[in-house]
């Protein structure tokens, strides 16, 4: 009779380890393969001599990828039921970003490390050969241990355990040992068509490679060089806004900073579906704004919906009729009246939009509907974006970004207040049983570094203090100013405070000492 591991009276790591402890080759399949996971038992392939008859073959089945692209490999396998070369270049990649996803999880620690090091030592020297099997799903968990032992050459434990420490030693799992000859004849016979078959993959030399860049590797990185990969990927959404898309010839009189602007907000609202330019009072949002209407005209075939204040709406005629924008303006006190009705605009702008702070009024509902029905691009323009809370930003966010949309990032410093990574995720979750990568998340934080992290995503906004430190050129006599296109300069001024000095007593006809006269203080009381 077999034995039966179910890692509660029998566990199956122990058992597997001293079976190793005697062996010249083993070949083990499963479905998910931990890096981290792998020290429990490298020590023992360490003991192989290396190559394909004295290592250790691993086949990984069933992987942790989007489940509609591991699938979509059935539509590349041909007539002979070979897949496509390029599907096979695609899977590898893709296995590669989930095998790297798994060294960002989690804090690492000296053992991880040294265990990671030894991994892609053996994967070099081919003492760990890894594959990927492409053909079709494969969930299949089997060890086969080869060994100098004339009685048992062959050992094979078959169940449910996959490669990873909670498969091989924690509770809820069911395998079987199998030590007849001819039952570890037939499971070698299976692994080695599987290993042979074209839809099978070599992944060694990418895993690797993985290991060698990651916090793991063996050579120790210049602090240089990792402050230049911080400052490429800080930057790196307005290096490609720059690269990816070009500023209208009607709007070459825009100053560098406003181009700029331009081009960092054009990448938002095509990658999210919307931005917030929150420039301070002064410094053109409004041109940065019709340039951006321009720009997705130009390039995307958009027209767009101007919705602005009623005082605002000539000023914005003006700007429509200069540079020959295709859309409509609106005032806001007609949303409500004419925007249902009105024709799909895929674009919608709308200027002072700090007045849509309350998600509970008529306006604010009107043209949340009218967006989500047209799915139309945000542009959003606001020198006070921020009043009274975070909430009147994630009001003005909400236009265009579902509450529930997974956002890529979290609220950081209040899952560190609940405990931690993976504990306050949990607690988050029980708490306010939302996602914890989604806006309503973000709502529930009152930290500002969560919400200066999620507006980096969503907002250009620059002071009078950026400009002049980062476009302003400095005269022979230390002022700071801007150059136009056909050389003209523009000072910033000079905000010097000076007193002004006036009676509180005894004058009738100075205004301010009328305020703190007699009469007055008499009335207030």
Same mark, same amino acid.
Not at 16 to 37: H, M, P, Q, W
Not at 336 to 356: A, C, G
Not at 359 to 378: F, M, V
């Given at each position: 009779m077999p034995r039966i591991f179910d890692n509660i009276d029998l566990q199956l790591l122990p058992i597997?380890?001293?079976?190793?402890?005697?062996?010249?080759?083993?070949?083990?399949?499963?479905?998910?393969?931990?890096?981290?996971?792998w020290r429990r038992i490298d020590d023992l392939i360490e003991q192989y001599v290396g190559g394909e008859n004295a290592c250790c073959?691993?086949?990984?089945?069933?992987?942790?990828?989007?489940?509609? %692209?591991?699938?979509?490999?059935?539509?590349?396998?041909?007539?002979?039921?070979?897949?496509?070369?390029?599907?096979?270049?695609?899977?590898? *990649?893709? =296995?590669?970003?989930?095998?790297? #996803?798994?060294?960002?999880?989690?804090?690492?620690?000296? #053992?991880?490390?040294a265990g990671l090091r030894r991994l892609s030592h053996q994967l070099k020297t #081919?003492?760990?050969?890894?594959?990927?099997?492409?053909?079709?799903?494969?969930?299949?968990?089997?060890?086969?241990?080869?060994?100098?032992?004339?009685?048992?050459?062959?050992?094979?434990?078959?169940?449910?355990?996959?490669?990873?420490?909670?498969?091989?030693? *924690?509770?809820?799992?069911?395998?079987?040992?199998?030590?007849?000859?001819?039952? $570890?004849? *037939?499971?070698?016979?299976?692994?080695?068509?599987?290993?042979?078959?074209?839809? $099978?993959?070599?992944?060694?030399?990418?895993?690797?490679e993985i290991i060698d860049q990651s916090w793991a590797r063996q050579d120790l990185v210049s602090p240089y060089y990792i402050y230049l990969k911080i400052a490429y990927h800080l930057s790196h959404e307005a290096i490609a806004g720059l690269s990816e898309f070009r500023i209208p010839r009607e709007f070459n009189n825009l100053f560098d900073f406003q181009k700029a602007a331009v081009q960092l907000?054009?990448?938002?609202?095509?990658?999210?579906?919307?931005?917030?330019?929150?420039?301070v009072v002064g410094l053109g949002k409004t041109l940065v704004g019709t340039a951006l209407a321009k720009i997705l005209q130009e390039d995307c075939y958009l027209e767009t919906l101007?919705?602005?204040?009623?005082?605002?709406?000539?000023?914005?005629?003006?700007?429509?009729?200069?540079?020959?924008?295709?859309?409509?303006? =609106?005032?806001?006190?007609?949303?409500?009246?004419?925007?249902?009705?009105? #024709?799909?605009?895929?674009?919608?702008?709308?200027?002072?939009?700090?007045?849509?702070?309350?998600?509970?009024?008529?306006?604010?509902?009107?043209?949340?509907?009218?967006?989500?029905?047209?799915?139309?691009?945000?542009?959003l323009l606001s020198a006070t974006p921020y009043n009274k809370s975070y909430l009147d930003l994630s009001a003005q966010l909400r236009l265009f970004v579902p509450e529930d949309q997974d956002l890529g990032l979290r609220p950081e410093a209040l899952i560190n207040e609940l405990g931690g990574s993976s504990i306050g995720e949990l607690e988050f979750i029980r708490k306010h049983q939302c996602s914890v990568r989604s806006l309503?998340?973000?709502?529930?934080? %009152?930290?500002?570094?969560?919400?200066?992290?999620? =507006?980096?995503?969503? =907002?250009?906004?620059?002071?009078?203090?950026?400009?002049?430190?980062?476009?302003?050129?400095?005269?022979?006599?230390?002022?700071k100013y801007l150059e136009f296109s056909d050389g003209r300069r523009s000072y910033f001024p000079q905000r010097l405070p000076r007193s002004i000095k006036f009676?509180?007593?005894?004058?009738?006809?100075?205004?301010?000492?009328?305020?703190?006269? %007699?009469l007055v203080g008499f009335l207030r009381t």
């Open positions: 597997l380890r001293e079976t190793l402890k005697i062996s010249y080759r083993a070949d083990f399949c499963v479905g998910y393969f931990n890096l981290r996971g073959r691993l086949l990984i089945g069933m992987q942790s990828l989007p489940s509609d %692209e591991v699938h979509a490999a059935f539509s590349f396998i041909s007539g002979d039921g070979r897949i496509d070369n390029s599907a096979i270049v695609r899977f590898k *990649k893709r =296995m590669a970003a989930e095998f790297r #996803q798994q060294l960002t999880i989690g804090a690492p620690t000296n #053992q991880d490390e #081919q003492k760990l050969i890894i594959k990927l099997f492409l053909r079709h799903s494969l969930h299949a968990k089997l060890y086969l241990v080869h060994r100098n032992d004339p009685n048992t050459p062959s050992v094979g434990f078959l169940g449910s355990s996959n490669l990873t420490l909670p498969g091989l030693a *924690k509770q809820g799992e069911l395998n079987v040992d199998i030590l007849d000859h001819d039952a $570890c004849n *037939k499971l070698q016979k299976w692994f080695s068509d599987r290993w042979q078959d074209y839809g $099978c993959v070599d992944i060694s030399q990418e895993l690797a907000a054009a990448r938002h609202v095509t990658r999210r579906g919307g931005v917030l330019v929150g420039d101007i919705i602005c204040p009623k005082n605002l709406v000539s000023m914005w005629q003006e700007y429509k009729d200069n540079y020959r924008l295709h859309g409509e303006i =609106m005032p806001i006190s007609q949303v409500q009246n004419k925007l249902p009705t009105l #024709q799909r605009y895929r674009v919608v702008l709308i200027d002072e939009s700090h007045n849509l702070r309350n998600r509970e009024g008529k306006r604010y509902r009107t043209i949340i509907e009218y967006i989500t029905a047209n799915e139309s691009k945000c542009i309503a998340a973000f709502e529930k934080s %009152e930290h500002p570094d969560d919400w200066r992290e999620l =507006m980096k995503r969503y =907002m250009v906004r620059r002071t009078r203090s950026f400009i002049k430190d980062n476009y302003a050129h400095t005269d022979e006599t230390g002022r009676p509180l007593e005894g004058s009738s006809t100075d205004f301010y000492a009328r305020l703190y006269s %007699e």
